[in-house]
């Protein structure tokens, strides 16, 4: 038996892929045991590398860090999640101007690493006599870089809909914008939904650049409490703490993404269930007329 891409792996091949994925997994705790085990011996876990952590100052400072994080995450997300929405659809216009230079900028932005941006808009604007700082700088990064990206994974959504969908909604008298807005665009979001958070995740890890133009998130205050002699200079203390805050905000983001997705499900279910009962009623009613 076999699929479009693939054949279906037989009994050997499940055997050998069982086996090499043991021995990837013991490589891979291996080399976490090792690193481990080098932080250790190097006295990176001894008491003095992590009392840092019980000053309240040092707690509050932290948690303007994250606040600082999560600030420049939502205001680059929603412009990224606009952008791409508004260069989507002008990829997807009838005009062919629209089209082209829709393409032209999501192609541009998407070729340009997010690094330089943010220091053109940090060190390039106020040359030009524009000032900005480095919040307005990392923000304006995220939105261009990412939004391209999103741009993409909408257009690619909204091409991947039915085309009943759109003359369904030609049909009714509706004009290519309502069409796009009202009907294309939110099914290609809850389409591609785990793509987009997956995107919003890299957005939320991203914000670690906004370090290198003294912004200040958490990678700049790891970096600041790393370089503290009175704490022993507890460089990768810091790095482990704020580690496990990022994955514990993208887990967060992760957990949030399935639950909409669960409920999208369950809504799509309702409304299947409701149309059955409502065409059930209807044919009831039509052979009950008809018997009568």
Known sequence: MSTVMFDIPGPKARVRHRLLAVIGTIALAGIIAFVVYRFYDSGQFT???WEWLQYKQVQQDLLDAVLATLQAFAA?????L???AVFAAGRLSDHGWIRGISTVIVEFFRAIPLLILIFVFYYGLPMAGVETTPFIAVVLGLMLYNGSVLGEIFRAGVQSLPKG???AAYALGMRKTRVMVSVLLPQAIRAMLPTIISQLVVLLKD???GFLITYPELLYYARFIGSQ???GRPIVPSTIVVGAIYI???LLLTGFA???EKRNRRSKMHIELTDTKAKDIAEGAAAGGGAG
């Open 258 to 260: 399935t639950y909409l």
């Open 47 to 49: 008491a003095r590398k």
């Open 82 to 84: 606009i952008f791409g």
């Open 207 to 209: 914000t670690a650049l």
């Open 229 to 231: 002699g009175q704490f």
């Open 165 to 167: 969908q759109s003359e």
């Open 76 to 80: 680059g997300a929603v412009l990224a």
């Open 248 to 250: 514990a905000m993208c």
